[in-house]
């Protein structure tokens, strides 16, 4: 779990990083909405993967998207919302500062590219093959 969080966590230095360097006014709103939307891909994906493995039906009668996936995303959204806006103000971003500050160029430009590649995989490229598979 924490690797997970570790990921999340560069994964928004990175992006804060970006609109940082090009003085963009809301950038560390911008990198915590962006974390939010890939968390909540990857509830997504997570649900496609598993259907995908275990075929199965959801009986509509019982099941309304908003129900289930609305709560999900305000607690997914909320939780972001304080690990990063409301810290943000104790100096989180020097602590994310000082981990990955002195990385390595090389290293730099590919865990870039994993991440471009991790969003295009988790927003576009899994529920087209799903949508392609079922």
Same mark, same amino acid.
């Given at each position: 779990?924490k690797k997970?969080?570790?990921?999340?966590d560069?994964i928004f230095?990175?992006?804060?990083?970006? /609109? %940082? !360097?090009r003085?963009?006014?809301?950038s560390?709103?911008?990198?915590?909405?962006?974390v939010v939307? @890939?968390q909540?891909f990857?509830?997504i994906d997570i /649900?496609i993967?598993?259907? @995908?493995?275990?075929? /199965?039906?959801i009986? !509509? %009668?019982?099941y309304?998207?908003?129900?289930?996936?609305?709560p999900l995303? @305000?607690?997914?959204g909320?939780y972001?919302?304080?690990r990063?806006?409301?810290r943000?103000k104790?100096d989180n971003?020097m602590?994310?500062n000082l @981990?990955?500050?002195d990385e390595i160029n090389f290293?730099k430009?590919?865990?870039?590219?994993?991440?471009?590649?991790?969003?295009?995989?988790?927003?576009?490229?899994l529920?087209?093959?799903?949508?392609l598979? !079922?």
């Amino acid at each position: 779990m924490k690797k997970i969080i570790y990921l999340y966590d560069y994964i928004f230095y990175r992006v804060y990083s970006f /609109f %940082q !360097r090009r003085k963009d006014d809301i950038s560390d709103e911008k990198a915590t909405n962006l974390v939010v939307t @890939l968390q909540c891909f990857l509830m997504i994906d997570i /649900f496609i993967i598993v259907r @995908l493995i275990f075929d /199965f039906e959801i009986n !509509r %009668q019982y099941y309304h998207k908003w129900l289930l996936g609305l709560p999900l995303v @305000l607690l997914i959204g909320i939780y972001n919302h304080r690990r990063y806006k409301k810290r943000f103000k104790k100096d989180n971003y020097m602590k994310f500062n000082l @981990l990955w500050k002195d990385e390595i160029n090389f290293k730099k430009k590919r865990n870039g590219w994993l991440i471009i590649t991790y969003m295009l995989f988790s927003i576009i490229i899994l529920p087209v093959l799903y949508t392609l598979l !079922r």
